[in-house]
């Protein structure tokens, strides 16, 4: 059964840094990846979409990278805005029955 | 372009009520999910359709829920009766296929009482 785990939990920084947000699974079997946002009391906002066989994937101040071999990928967010703030979820796809398993996220803050 | 739409955006019921939510996907999409999200939790999984058949619903309480999606569209996911531990987000979302990029909607947030 694949297992999804975000590292931190939580993240705090001031406005501007650059920052990693981790996401490791235990199935390396994966079809593609994905990275959402989700602010509070809303759904869920595609952020990249990153395939198997691709190493990494970039959107403007986003970069997604995936290791599959090793289970992991990473969300690297250049010059942190206070508008980034959010929860941000990855969930993995199984070449098997395709269905997204997700991590429970990390909770980011982005402080002025 | 419409993303995908759910309603009602709340719900507040009493414990043992029937509810029922609506999901219209984004136009063309033929996979269609419903995930349930607990707080401070990541979705999961309930039941995922290609066109109006259901391919996974291992993780459908099927005592309490159902879902239905007629002709391949929109759909409707069902609770009867409702228990305390009901009480989440419902989310929908739909993507091209079963390998492509899945788009949710904003979800419905039920409350039991």
């Known amino acids: 059964k694949q297992e999804v785990t975000q590292i931190p939990a939580a993240l705090s920084v001031p406005e501007g840094e650059n920052l990693v947000l981790n996401c490791s699974f235990t199935d390396s079997a994966i079809y593609n990846l994905q990275w959402f946002r989700q602010d509070p009391g809303k759904g869920l906002t595609s952020l990249l979409l990153i395939q198997s066989s691709q190493r990494e994937q970039t959107s403007g101040r986003l970069n997604a990278s995936l290791d599959k071999s090793s289970g992991r990928s990473t969300l690297y967010i250049a010059a942190s805005q206070p508008g980034d703030s959010a929860t941000y979820l990855c969930?993995?796809?199984?070449?098997?029955?395709?269905?997204?398993?997700f991590g429970t996220g990390t909770r980011l803050l982005v402080s002025p | 372009e419409a993303g995908v739409v759910q309603s009602p955006r709340y719900k507040i019921i009493e414990k043992k009520q029937p509810v029922a939510f609506w999901c219209n996907p984004i136009s063309g999409h033929n996979t269609l999910y419903w995930y349930l999200q607990n707080l401070g939790q990541g979705p999961e999984l309930l039941i995922r359709?290609?066109?109006?058949?259901?391919?996974?619903d291992s993780q459908l309480p099927k005592d309490r829920f159902s879902a239905e999606r007629l002709k391949g569209v929109d759909s409707t996911l069902k609770i009867q009766p409702a228990e305390l531990g009901d009480s989440a987000v419902y989310l929908c979302?739909?993507?091209?296929?079963?390998?492509?990029?899945?788009?949710f909607g904003q979800g419905t947030r039920l409350t039991v009482v």
């Open positions: 359709y290609e066109n109006e058949e259901a391919v996974d």
């Open positions: 969930a993995v796809r199984g070449n098997d029955f395709q269905k997204l398993v």
């Open positions: 979302a739909s993507s091209l296929d079963r390998y492509t990029e899945a788009f």
